[in-house]
Nanobody, 124 residues
Framework: QVQLVESGGGSVQAGGSLRLSCAAS????????MGWHRQAPGKERELVAR???????NYADAVKGRFTISRDNAKNTVYLQMNSLKPEDTAVYYC??????????????????WGQGTQVTVSS
């Protein structure tokens, strides 16, 4: 009943830029923190950036100064602007969100939701 759909991935050369988007849809009551994670082949999934409902942000050291996370609460969407991309940024990028959904007229349920992932490939 709640979906996260990512878009904006692709292939770029080192030094290039990409902007990822992730839109949440469904019977949403509220959205808390939203974030982007990535998983490179043979590696564990890692947090890239996170933004709270109050727009406080934090970033992985590897992307500080190059990536910017933002959100549009009216559109239930989180963005990741990625500049100065490096080959080591190549990975599948996943968005996730802490979402409270409506389950009935007066009831809600809170959960952690994930998108399907979008591939980012940076060539040298």
């Amino acid at each position: 009943q709640v979906q996260l759909v990512e878009s904006g991935g692709g292939s770029v050369q080192a030094g290039g830029s990409l902007r990822l988007s992730c839109a949440a849809s469904g019977r949403i009551s509220s959205i808390g923190a939203m974030g982007w994670h990535r998983q490179a082949p043979g590696k564990e999934r890692e947090l890239v950036a996170r933004i709270t409902s109050g727009s406080t942000t934090n970033y992985a050291d590897a992307v500080k100064g190059r990536f910017t996370i933002s959100r549009d609460n009216a559109k239930n969407t989180v963005y990741l602007q990625m500049n100065s991309l490096k080959p080591e940024d190549t990975a599948v990028y996943y968005c996730n969100a802490d979402i409270t959904r409506r389950t009935g007229a007066w009831s809600t349920a809170r959960g952690d939701y994930w998108g399907q992932g979008t591939q980012v490939t940076v060539s040298s």
